[in-house]
């Protein structure tokens, strides 16, 4: 009994000793998680991008639209309190000290606005805001000298909402519905002189979109410390460009008494015509940093539909350098359509940047990939990564969007699963939309027809062996000419950032010999059906080619899914038997006739050459300035062949501001061949089709009206923007105007009396009519609707008097 005794006792004393210890290990194996809301303690309002700190470590997080706010402490960070601060600028901080209970805390703060004092007006040369504005610039180029390069992580919410008629859904009892949610978390990456990359490493959405649509990061080349700010193709100069004090007002309003630094409240007022912001900057008056702008885009940015669009953004220091914290962006746009229907649309874009490094070593080939990219680990979704790292907490409405929108996907019958467009119409739209995606290669590789092949039906596929190894296949049969067609295509990749490649591809295919981005086989196809109007000029083609490439450059969108460098350089060898491809139907839905296709000198050519591409790509503008330079060569003593001749083509693009709202575009192109040149290599001046055009052809030109073994072509455009202002506006639609732009061309071709005798061709050139040359004038009216535009224009050689005439394209941004 003695020992019992004892015992007992022995263990009644560990057990008191070790309870504490068994408790915190209780508690220290949960993670204990604050959540509440912050708001402005005089008006109740919900603050948002109200900062929240975990103290002596870099735990944190950032208040949402409602004030909300959630810190999660993991079991990891031994300790049994916590002190949390909660900042804002413009407000007291406050602090609270929170025990580890491993339990949800809900916690309340209402932050008290910092003492604030009106600026007296006091009457001198220069107001009190732009001398704190001049050393604001002054600071900020003192960090553009020494910033050279930064890492950080970033969450990136993405919210689209409209009115419950348009979504025919409601969440609640409000006029506003969630109809998607994008979520990502990824690494970012910058470099001087302007070089970002982001990669997602998590994402969500609702159930409505397709991961891979969701590719939203918006890192920080979304910054308006930066000296512009670029926002649906609109360029806007900051309040922190080098000219700022020449764009801008800067009137100090007051000054607010923070806990232990003085802020300078400044209000921005735009000067001028230019595309600015206005709103306010909150300056930190001791270190001349900016601390949080609240800004507006000026009337001189032309937001489609009238969109209304905010721009928040919060900085901090990190070490002595500047940078975004966190981002708002808030867009409405409303379109009434004939008084009946007013379907709106609103935009949110949320983003909190942290844990910086600052002035790091960064592999170059990081800035060689896309802006975004996304990592392996984000293909799979892992949950604790969004429990863990809750930076900015849904609110209840985009919480319920999430269960609602699945909802509506797993019920097809449900009245809120589609409205009657959707029903109606959707699937057309979204049957399109996918053969434009991998592993497709788009809607004209499955039917077009032209007055060779008549209708073609066929597939092409797109896919990756590996990240290094890329196929594309093609096959097809076209009924007039009842050909079989197809064609492989391997790239390999040498590098793993592919900087280096080589190719090679083997085909049976109708080719054209004119410029196929001008108008292309799927604009061919509608024109061709209805009206025997067909733009190309063909051949056929049976043969391989090799080639290699290097390229340099971040990779740049062009269009659907394709990607490329802005900067290549590519040699190649090519074979190929090539044949001449008559006219094979006579159909089309309105009759007429179609325009012969010029016949080709049959034979085996056998060609080698070159190309580089800088800053330029023919399918889209990439840039202000590019060009590029072919060259080909056939020379039998070199690869047998049928042929000999030398041909080279160049083009050039520019473009550049004259006055603030005005831009001036110049195009050049040009080529010259020399030897026996077959028909399959002559040049034609590039026209318009069915009063289409695309840019920079000629517009009052016949299709195809203008051969050549060598040409020159000149186009320019100048936009004076809106002229008059408030003449022609579409209230809710187009309420900034249409503008005005100058239209010119001029062109030039001909055959060289060595061409003439090989060839015999009876095609016309510029040199031989009466005036030598083509030349047109004319002006255009752009964004009509936005998305239209009209161009009248005056067609002055080979005429007279002037014919005139009209087109249409799409606008011009």
């Given at each position: 009994?003695?020992?019992?005794?004892?015992?007992?006792?022995y263990?009644?004393?560990?057990?008191?000793?070790?309870?504490?210890?068994?408790t915190?290990?209780?508690q220290?194996?949960?993670?204990?998680v604050?959540q509440?809301?912050?708001?402005?303690?005089?008006?109740?309002?919900?603050?948002?991008?109200?900062?929240?700190?975990?103290?002596?470590?870099?735990?944190?997080?950032?208040?949402?639209?409602?004030?909300?706010?959630?810190?999660?402490?993991?079991?990891?960070?031994?300790k049994?309190?916590?002190?949390?601060?909660?900042?804002?600028?413009?407000?007291?901080?406050?602090?609270?000290?929170?025990?580890?209970?491993g339990?949800?805390?809900?916690?309340?703060?209402?932050l008290?606005?910092?003492?604030?004092?009106?600026?007296?007006?006091?009457?001198?040369?220069?107001?009190?805001g732009?001398?704190?504005?001049?050393?604001?610039?002054?600071?900020?180029?003192?960090?553009?000298d020494?910033?050279?390069?930064?890492?950080?992580?970033?969450?990136?919410?993405?919210?689209?909402?409209?009115?419950t008629?348009?979504?025919s859904?409601?969440d609640?009892?409000?006029?506003?519905?969630?109809?998607?949610?994008?979520?990502?978390?990824s690494?970012?990456?910058?470099?001087?002189?302007?070089k970002?990359f982001?990669?997602?490493?998590q994402?969500?959405?609702?159930?409505n979109?397709?991961?891979?649509?969701?590719?939203?990061?918006?890192?920080?080349n979304?910054?308006?410390?930066?000296?512009?700010v670029?926002?649906?193709?609109e360029?806007?100069?900051?309040p922190?460009?080098?000219d700022?004090?020449?764009?801008?007002d800067?009137?100090l309003e007051?000054?607010?008494e923070?806990?232990?630094?003085?802020?300078s409240?400044?209000?921005?007022?735009?000067?001028?015509?230019?595309?600015?912001?206005?709103?306010?900057i909150?300056i930190n008056?001791?270190?001349?940093i900016p601390?949080?702008?609240?800004?507006?885009?000026?009337?001189?940015?032309?937001?489609?539909?009238?969109?209304?669009?905010?721009f928040?953004?919060k900085?901090e220091?990190?070490g002595?350098f500047?940078?975004?914290?966190?981002?708002?962006?808030?867009?409405?746009?409303?379109?009434?359509?004939?008084?009946?229907?007013?379907?709106?649309?609103?935009i949110?874009?949320?983003?909190v940047?942290?844990?910086?490094?600052?002035?790091?070593?960064?592999?170059?080939?990081?800035?060689t990939?896309?802006?975004?990219?996304?990592?392996?680990?984000?293909?799979?979704?892992?949950?604790?990564v969004?429990?863990?790292?809750?930076?900015?907490?849904?609110?209840a409405?985009?919480?319920a969007?999430y269960?609602?929108?699945?909802?509506?996907?797993d019920?097809?019958?449900?009245a809120?699963?589609?409205?009657i467009?959707d029903?109606?119409?959707?699937i057309?739209?979204?049957v399109?939309?996918?053969?434009?995606?991998?592993?497709?290669?788009?809607?004209?590789d499955?039917?077009?027809y032209?007055?060779?092949?008549?209708?073609?039906?066929?597939?092409?596929?797109r896919?990756?062996?590996?990240?290094?190894?890329?196929?594309?296949a093609k096959?097809?049969?076209?009924?007039?000419?009842?050909?079989?067609?197809?064609?492989?295509?391997?790239?390999?990749?040498?590098?793993?950032?592919?900087?280096?490649?080589?190719e090679?591809?083997?085909?049976?295919?109708?080719?054209?010999r004119?410029?196929?981005?001008?108008?292309?086989?799927?604009g061919?196809?509608?024109?061709a059906?209805?009206?025997?109007?067909?733009?190309g000029?063909?051949?056929?083609?049976?043969?391989?080619?090799?080639?290699?490439?290097?390229?340099?450059?971040?990779?740049?969108y062009?269009?659907?899914?394709?990607?490329?460098?802005p900067?290549?350089?590519?040699?190649?060898?090519?074979?190929?038997?090539?044949q001449?491809?008559?006219?094979?139907t006579n159909?089309a839905?309105?009759?007429?006739?179609?325009?012969?296709?010029?016949?080709?000198?049959d034979?085996?050519?056998?060609?080698?050459?070159?190309?580089?591409?800088?800053?330029?790509?023919?399918?889209?503008?990439?840039?202000?300035?590019?060009?590029?330079?072919?060259?080909?060569?056939?020379?039998?003593?070199?690869?047998?062949?049928?042929?000999?001749?030398?041909?080279?083509?160049?083009?050039?693009?520019?473009r550049?501001?004259?006055?603030?709202?005005?831009?001036?575009?110049l195009?050049?192109?040009?080529?010259?061949?020399?030897?026996?040149?077959?028909?399959?290599?002559f040049?034609?001046?590039?026209?318009?089709?069915?009063?289409?055009?695309?840019?920079?052809?000629?517009?009052?030109?016949?299709?195809?009206?203008?051969?050549?073994?060598?040409?020159?072509?000149?186009?320019?455009?100048?936009?004076?923007?809106?002229?008059?202002?408030?003449?022609?506006?579409?209230?809710?639609?187009?309420s900034?105007?249409?503008?005005?732009?100058?239209?010119?061309?001029?062109?030039?071709s001909?055959?060289?009396?060595?061409?003439?005798?090989y060839?015999?061709?009876?095609?016309?050139?510029?040199?031989s009519?009466?005036?030598?040359w083509?030349y047109?004038?004319?002006?255009?009216?752009?964004?009509?609707?936005?998305f239209?535009r009209?161009?009248?224009?005056a067609?002055?050689?080979q005429r007279t008097?002037?014919q005139?005439?009209?087109?249409?394209?799409?606008?011009?941004?």
């Open positions: 009994m003695f020992y019992f005794g004892n015992l007992m006792k263990i009644f004393t560990l057990f008191v000793w070790c309870l504490p210890v068994l915190f290990a209780q220290s194996g949960r993670s204990t604050i509440g809301q912050i708001i402005d303690s005089m008006t109740n309002e919900p603050l948002r991008f109200a900062t929240v700190r975990v103290e002596e470590t870099s735990k944190g997080a950032m208040s949402s639209v409602g004030g909300k706010f959630l810190v999660k402490i993991p079991p990891t960070m031994q049994d309190s916590f002190l949390l601060k909660f900042s804002m600028v413009g407000y007291r901080t406050e602090r609270r000290i929170i025990a580890r209970t339990d949800t805390l809900r916690i309340n703060i209402a008290q606005p910092a003492a604030s004092q009106m600026m007296e007006v006091v009457v001198s040369a220069e107001d009190p732009v001398k704190l504005m001049r050393n604001v610039l002054k600071r900020k180029q003192q960090q553009r020494s910033l050279h390069s930064y890492s950080y992580k970033l969450y990136t919410k993405f919210l689209a909402s409209t009115d008629l348009t979504a859904r409601a609640s009892r409000s006029d506003t519905t969630i109809v998607a949610i994008f979520e990502s978390y690494n970012g990456y910058f470099t001087q002189p302007d970002y982001n990669e997602i490493t994402r969500r959405q609702t159930a979109v397709p991961p891979e649509a969701n590719f939203v990061a918006f890192g920080t979304l910054n308006v410390y930066d000296d512009y670029g926002i649906l193709s360029k806007i100069a900051t922190f460009h080098p700022a004090l020449d764009f801008y800067f009137i007051r000054q607010i923070g806990d232990s630094l003085t802020i409240r400044v209000r921005v007022i735009p000067k001028g015509d230019r595309k600015l912001f206005s709103g306010i909150d008056a001791e270190k001349y601390l949080s702008v609240e800004l507006t885009p000026n009337r001189a940015v032309q937001l489609p539909f009238d969109a209304h669009l905010t928040d953004q900085f220091e990190v002595r500047v940078l975004p914290t966190g981002l708002h962006i808030f867009s409405t746009l409303e379109a009434a359509f004939l008084w009946i229907l007013s379907p709106r649309l609103d949110t874009i949320e983003t940047a942290h844990d910086y490094e600052v002035n790091i070593p960064l592999d170059d080939n990081l800035f990939q896309r802006r975004v990219e996304i990592n392996s680990s984000a293909e799979l979704f892992d949950s604790t969004w429990i863990d790292n809750p930076i900015l907490p849904l609110r409405q985009e919480a969007a269960v609602n929108i699945q909802r509506s996907r019920n097809a019958d449900s809120i699963g589609s409205n467009i029903r109606t119409f959707g057309f739209a979204r399109a939309r996918r053969l434009g995606q991998r592993p497709f290669t788009g809607f004209e499955i039917f077009r032209n007055r060779v092949q008549g209708a073609y039906l066929g597939i092409g596929l896919d990756d062996v590996s990240e290094l190894v890329h196929w594309t096959v097809g049969y076209s009924f007039a000419d009842k050909r079989l067609s197809g064609e492989l295509f391997l790239k390999k990749g040498i590098d793993n950032a592919q900087l280096f490649s080589v090679a591809s083997m085909y049976r295919r109708l080719t054209r004119d410029n196929p981005y001008i108008v292309t086989s799927n061919i196809t509608p024109i059906l209805l009206f025997k109007d067909d733009y000029d063909y051949y056929y083609s049976n043969g391989v080619e090799a080639a290699a490439e290097v390229s340099f450059g971040q990779i740049k062009i269009r659907r899914d394709i990607f490329a460098r900067r290549v350089f590519r040699i190649f060898a090519r074979s190929e038997y090539q001449s491809a008559p006219n094979q159909f839905v309105f009759g007429g006739k179609f325009r012969d296709n010029p016949l080709i000198i034979g085996m050519m056998r060609t080698f050459g070159a190309e580089i591409r800088w800053d330029y790509h023919p399918q889209r503008r990439i840039s202000n300035f590019g060009f590029n330079l072919n060259a080909e060569i056939s020379n039998p003593h070199i690869m047998p062949s049928d042929f000999s001749f030398e041909h080279y083509f160049g083009s050039l693009q520019w550049t501001p004259t006055l603030p709202l005005w831009q001036l575009d195009r050049f192109s040009g080529g010259y061949s020399r030897g026996n040149i077959p028909p399959q290599k040049y034609s001046l590039e026209s318009s089709a069915t009063y289409v055009a695309a840019e920079s052809v000629f517009r009052g030109m016949r299709v195809k009206e203008f051969y050549g073994d060598s040409y020159a072509a000149v186009s320019m455009e100048h936009n004076f923007g809106e002229v008059i202002p408030g003449v022609l506006r579409i209230p809710n639609i187009a900034f105007g249409i503008e005005f732009i100058t239209i010119a061309g001029v062109g030039w001909q055959f060289s009396s060595q061409t003439l005798n060839t015999e061709t009876k095609l016309p050139t510029t040199a009519t009466a005036d030598g083509y047109e004038a004319g002006l255009g009216f752009n964004k009509i609707i936005l239209l009209c161009d009248v224009f067609r002055f050689s008097p002037p005139f005439g009209l087109t249409i394209s799409t606008a011009t941004y």
